[in-house]
């Protein structure tokens, strides 16, 4: 890589790092950092892409005075900082640290607030009974409320890391709601191979005044598509090892008659012998 530019060695290490997965992100940044061998020209070239993965995979921080993670996406930025709904706070993050502190209180539109604290407790409930590792943000833009969720596995004794990662959208107005689901595995060992799977889904929520049974139905529908998606996936994985790799093996040789592998041992001890 010596014919290349600086400039265009931090190029390319940024799309790898966009490219990262699970998990793994520091991992590639420690090979391309001995790709590009000039630390300052990286690290100055590649903040945006740091940001750019870590907003898009919804990367979870503790801020420094609050006890529970928050979800670090594009629908809580406010300027060069990051808004915690649930606190009313701000915060300063570090894309190349992942680290955050500096809390200040934060104004904002109150319009949506009841909705959103009842959206959350019921998230919160639903996160903690089906997901492990799973963290949750409930943002208002407007007329909308925002849910994020984002649950990790990292194993990678076991040569494999997960992330499932979800939005969902509901429209105050027209009560509808939208969400999509992405999930991403990578497995290692003696090999790469690497699952992105994601799916759309859309429903309409009858509208109530009383917020909290809004936010149970709201929950009820995700909980409705999160099934079947994960029914839905397992019925793929059977039928990809009982069908689909079935059918890349061949049942029998070209000669339609199988090997007798006793003889084929006796061929090759019977040449070894021949040669000596």
Do not use: C
């Not at 649930?86 to 190349?96: A, E, V």
């Not at 959206?119 to 007329?143: F, I, M």
């Not at 991403?184 to 994601?198: C, F, I, P, R, S």
């Not at 998606?229 to 070209?254: C, H, I, V």
């Amino acid at each position: 890589m010596d014919t290349i530019s600086t400039e265009r060695k931090v190029e390319i290490a940024s799309g790898f790092l966009l490219a990262s997965p699970p998990g793994e992100v520091n991992d590639v940044f420690n090979d391309v950092r001995t790709l590009v061998n000039d630390d300052e020209a990286l690290q100055d070239g590649i903040l945006s892409a740091l940001e750019q993965y870590n907003t898009e995979q919804y990367i979870t921080v503790t801020p420094s005075g609050l006890d529970y993670p928050v979800i670090i996406s594009k629908h809580n930025q406010v300027g060069d900082r990051y808004l915690d709904p649930r606190s009313k706070k701000t915060f300063t993050f570090d894309h190349m640290r992942l680290t955050a502190d500096g809390l200040e209180s934060h104004q904002g539109d109150e319009t949506l607030d009841e909705l959103r604290a009842a959206v959350d407790e019921e998230a919160t409930k639903y996160v903690n009974d089906h997901y492990p590792e799973g963290v949750l943000t409930v943002y208002t833009n407007e007329q909308q409320l925002i849910l994020a969720i984002v649950d990790n596995k990292y194993n990678p004794n076991n040569y494999w890391n997960g992330r499932w990662r979800a939005v969902w959208t509901y429209d105050t107005q027209s009560g509808e709601l939208k969400g999509t689901t992405k999930v991403t595995v990578h497995y290692y060992e003696d090999g790469n191979v690497q699952l992105n799977a994601d799916k759309e889904f859309e429903a309409s929520i009858t509208k109530n005044e009383d917020v909290s049974k809004l936010a149970s139905a709201i929950l009820k529908s995700i909980a409705t598509f999160d099934k079947r998606y994960q029914s839905s996936m397992n019925d793929s994985y059977t039928d990809l090892a009982e069908e689909t790799f079935k059918g890349l093996r061949r049942a029998l040789p070209l000669t339609r008659n199988k090997l007798d592998w006793n003889k084929i041992l006796n061929y090759k001890i019977g040449n070894e012998l021949a040669q000596k």
